[in-house]
């Protein structure tokens, strides 16, 4: 019994992950910094599935960003 259990568990741990999607990402907008050679300022839009998140993560640049849910 208790090893159907953790196999049960197991199988839907392993699918929940198979399930999960990615985020949709569009690019809106990119230009060139011709006063910082080597460097674009990018627009985009990250959508999520409901529920969805990113992992905490870093942008090793300066960013500007808002935030925006769609009513549920």
Do not use: Y
């Not at 699918?15 to 011709?34: H, I, R, Y």
């Not at 640049?61 to 549920?72: E, G, M, N, Q, V």
């Amino acid at each position: 019994m208790t090893i159907k259990l953790v196999a049960l568990v197991l199988l839907c741990l392993i699918t929940g992950t198979a399930v999960a999607q990615e985020p949709k990402v569009t690019s809106l907008m990119s230009k060139d910094l011709p006063e910082n050679p080597g460097r674009e300022a990018l627009m985009i839009t990250v959508e999520h599935a409901p529920g969805g998140s990113s992992a905490i993560h870093r942008h090793n640049a300066h960013a500007l960003f808002t935030c925006w849910r769609a009513p549920s």
